[in-house]
């Protein structure tokens, strides 16, 4: 089976904050996500990667940055945390950037900036 | 702006009825249509997915029905249980090529259903 694991279920952080969120994934998929979760607003990307070092900005990135320096793991990292930050963040990998092939998902990090 | 609209954002079935969330999108490069499942704590998984080359596509007691010419596609769940009562994501990728958005998917809102039993 194919596992997506998150560092963290829960964190609780300070405004200003630096934050770290990583994903790993076991089977040696090419692209990799992160969305973040809102009550009524469903999924919403924030970055994506379909190879190691490459990232493409989804539809959210602003207050955000990515880093893939190997295949299985994907950061996401929050500069300066803020309160409108506080979600649910998913991540997610698929196998193959040529296809429309099944997405993945961790089962998310609930991160409260204080 | 929303790629694709998801209704209703909540929906209330009783223990064998049928449940159907709606879902519409404009963007006609899109040709792959999944849904997912999320239960509470959980991430979401695939439930199930359709292609626009058919009409229709049926796994056990749920059905997808998709119309191309109005550009809609929905989720049928037959005889609907408690086990059921989770959010659903209708979602739509477009066509993967080198040049396009690799294999990102663009997500509805989301439905809660929860059916009583």
């Known amino acids: 089976d194919v596992k997506v694991t998150q560092s963290s279920r829960y964190l609780v952080k300070r405004t200003g904050e630096k934050v770290f969120l990583e994903c790993v994934q076991d089977?040696?998929?090419?692209?990799m996500f992160w969305y973040r979760q809102d009550p009524g607003l469903g999924l919403r990307l924030i970055y994506f990667?379909?190879?190691?070092?490459?990232?493409e900005k989804g539809d959210i990135p602003e207050g955000y940055s990515v880093s893939r320096e190997k295949k299985e793991r994907f950061s996401l990292i929050l500069e300066s945390a803020s309160t409108n930050q506080t979600s649910m963040y998913l991540c997610a990998s698929s196998l193959h950037p040529a296809g429309n092939t099944e997405a993945f998902f961790g089962q998310g990090t609930r991160l409260t900036v204080v | 702006q929303q790629q694709v609209k998801q209704s209703p954002q909540s929906l209330i079935v009783q223990k064998g009825g049928i449940s159907i969330i709606n879902c519409a999108y404009e963007n006609t490069a899109f040709d792959y249509f999944p849904w997912y499942q999320q239960f509470p704590g959980k991430g979401p998984a695939l439930l199930i997915a359709?292609?626009?080359?058919?009409s229709e596509k049926k796994e056990g007691r749920f059905t997808i029905s998709f119309n191309k010419s109005a550009k809609q596609f929905s989720l049928h769940i037959m005889d609907s249980q408690p086990g059921d009562s989770a959010t659903y994501f209708c979602?739509?990728?477009?066509?993967?090529?080198?040049?396009?958005?690799?294999?990102?998917?663009?997500f509805g809102r989301g439905t809660q259903l929860t059916v009583w039993p």
């Open positions: 359709i292609r626009p080359d058919v």
């Open positions: 979602a739509a990728a477009p066509r993967a090529d080198r040049g396009s958005t690799l294999g990102r998917l663009y």
């Open positions: 089977m040696d998929h090419e692209n």
């Open positions: 990667s379909y190879d190691v070092k490459m990232k």
